[in-house]
């Protein structure tokens, strides 16, 4: 038990490391722990030894998180054990805190030129629309096959809390409108909250120049939007059959999962790697978001700036401009999310 | 033939606008003016729609607001029409007289212009082909 679980969390905790470990490179090179610099400032000595304590922090903290789970795993503390890798988010976010700051007072003023086309397309492709929309709409077709072959279903079926083997389940559980539309109900809120920030990268993300290079950022943001548009379907397609487990043998959910995941990982490394070339790549400009309106380095609060979505500073990928309201409905929705899912839980026991 | 701001995109001409928000003069006017620009010089034509003030104020990162300004001040001068739920569009101006007074403003202008030009080292010969330049720009 004791290695089964640290053998689940101990992979988590050093992807994370891993991860917040080359973050302060993941970004272009004026832009170093969210604040404009010099392009060498990087590459200065008190730029590598920012960079090296923020590092140092990282690792102490998934050491200290790898060791307090392993002891309250040995202990039987299983809650506990589950929640060191917030304790490592603790202590990256202190650590980020601190590399945030000392880089500030290297900071260069950010490029305030920002040109637009008068004449261009206003969104993209409408069958990248259309890909972006759809798979919202593979758990509720499941949910609606559930619904109108409910009398078919079985009164009980097996429930998996580890690999799923043909012929063996963990336990049984009885039919309901809940246990049965858990899944779907669950898989289609997170969807829609992906719809939403999909339609937010789509519509209401800069899309002019900052003085990088020409069509710099079309191309970083129509890569962002075809990831999340893969990861949607991937998604979509496993909790559409996964709602569906009821009504499908084993055998063909064994099949099928694995195909999925590995969609799934294509599709992350297929546009996460050109991602992340991308956003190290030399430039030539800033982005156009005013150092004052990075709050902590991470939130992003400009309410002079008409976007909802703005690229990180950090790391890939898009981040929400809380100086527009629409941001506050988004994070109501995330935060309202958990709850709900915490409430079927709950009504599933 | 009128270039349109549609959402497939009629890239028919080259127009572009730059404003930087360290300048001291506004945003608002910064956009105004070049707009203004650009219609004087034909790459925008009687006709051709403008991108709705979202859009421009999303692809510069400035507020609706300044957008919209800059577009009202354009409307109140007779180069563009704009009304509410439709792109603003570039309309057929006639060209007024100059006042004397403004005459006089736009050859101060030039002149400090002038000055700034041949201060920062550029030859006069130099100025006389880029003024021609513009003004051939300007009548095509």
Known sequence: MRSTMFMLLAPVMLLIAVLFHFIPRMRKRNLYFAVTVSEEFRQSEEGQSIARTFRTFVWAGTILALAASWTALGRGWVVAANLAPDVQIVVILIAWVIAWRRTRSHAVPPAGVRSAEIVQASGGPTWGLLALILPPFGPVAAAVFLWLNYSELPAHWGRYTGPIRPGHVDHFIDKSPLVVFATPAIAAAVLLLCLVIGLGIRYASRRGSSGERAGWAPKFRRLNLMMLTGIMWAVSLMTSVLSLAPLLSPGTIQALLPVFVVALLATLVGFGVPLIRMSMERTGGSDATPDECWKGGAIYYNPSDSALMVEKRSGIGYTLNFGNRIAWVILAFVLLAPIFVIAVASGLK | ?140
């Open chain 2, 1 to 140: 033939m009128c270039t349109q701001y549609t959402e497939r995109g009629m890239a028919a001409r080259n127009a572009q606008i730059r404003i930087d928000l360290s300048a001291s003069e506004p945003a608002y006017r910064q956009v105004a003016t070049q707009l203004r620009t650009l219609i004087v010089e034909g790459s925008l034509r009687p006709g051709d729609l403008l991108p709705p003030v979202r859009r421009l104020a999303l692809d510069l990162a400035v507020h609706f607001n300044t957008v919209a300004e800059a577009y009202r001040m354009l409307a109140e001068e007779g180069w563009l029409d704009v009304g509410h739920g439709r792109n603003a569009r570039v309309i057929e101006r006639a060209t007024p007289k100059p006042t004397a007074a403004a005459w006089e403003a736009h050859r101060r202008k030039l002149r400090q212009v002038l000055a700034e030009m041949k201060a920062s080292g550029v030859a006069a010969s130099r100025i006389r082909q880029e003024f021609q330049t513009l003004i051939e720009a300007m009548k095509s």
